[in-house]
T-cell receptor, first 117, second 111 residues
């Protein structure tokens, strides 16, 4: 069964450093998403991306965050200058037809755990 | 903002028992989804129920939707230790552009 693949599975970084989290969505999916889950808390929407543009972003997704699809397969989340409170699991998700088109089931990756020291 | 609230926050049962968790929401919906998250893993879609449906089954899962009460329930019958996980309901945000998750119900099934 097709999977969403995320790397790294775990990254430890120093506060203020830049981090790039990578995702390979399912190959025929066109819509991509990042979510965040701070330990023990709810899964929070960060951003959605389609056709090389951000479709929607939450209040959490401020100027220190950016997303990119640098090639035909990867979808990345960059955090420019990490803070302690960025420590969380980051989940990538994708679907073929997009959230608002009645087919809003998402396929999630296993997540990247980010620890900021 | 549109977000489901699951109840209870935590549920502990014995293998073989049924587990019921509920999700309440505030505004009208087109559909509602349930996802499962095993510890330290990503979310896995379980079932989607549309606003014109009242009940839906998938294996040992039964989901109901009461749009008049703005609530849904997920029933897992004959639970197994492998059902131990967190369960989330998910709804579209008001603009219909993002899927929003509740805080989840943590289910523990002991053998």
């Amino acid at each position: 069964e097709p999977e969403v693949t995320q790397t790294p599975s775990h990254q430890v970084t120093q506060m203020g450093q830049e981090v790039i989290l990578r995702c390979v969505p399912i190959s025929n999916h066109l819509y991509f998403y990042w979510y965040r889950q701070i330990l023990g808390q709810k899964v929070e929407f960060l951003v959605s991306f389609y056709n090389n543009e951000i479709s929607e972003k939450s209040e959490i997704f401020d100027d220190q965050f950016s997303v990119e699809r640098p090639d035909g397969s990867n979808f990345t989340l960059k955090i420019r200058s990490t803070k302690l409170e960025d420590s969380a699991m980051y989940f990538c998700a994708s679907n073929r037809q997009g959230i608002g088109q009645g087919a809003n089931v998402l396929t999630f990756g296993a997540g990247s755990r980010l620890t900021v020291l | 903002s549109q977000q489901g609230e699951e109840d209870p926050q935590a549920l502990s049962i014995q293998e073989g028992e049924n587990a019921t968790m509920n999700c309440s929401y505030k505004t009208s919906i087109n559909n509602l989804q349930w996802y499962r998250q095993n510890s330290g893993r990503g979310l896995v879609h379980l079932i989607l129920i549309r606003s014109n449906e009242r009940e839906k089954h998938s294996g040992r899962l039964r989901v109901t939707l009461d749009t008049s009460k703005k609530s849904s329930s997920l029933l897992i019958t004959a639970s197994r230790a492998a059902d131990t996980a967190s369960y989330f309901c998910a709804l579209l945000n008001q603009a219909g552009t993002a899927l929003i998750f509740g805080k989840g119900t943590t289910l523990s099934v002991s053998s």
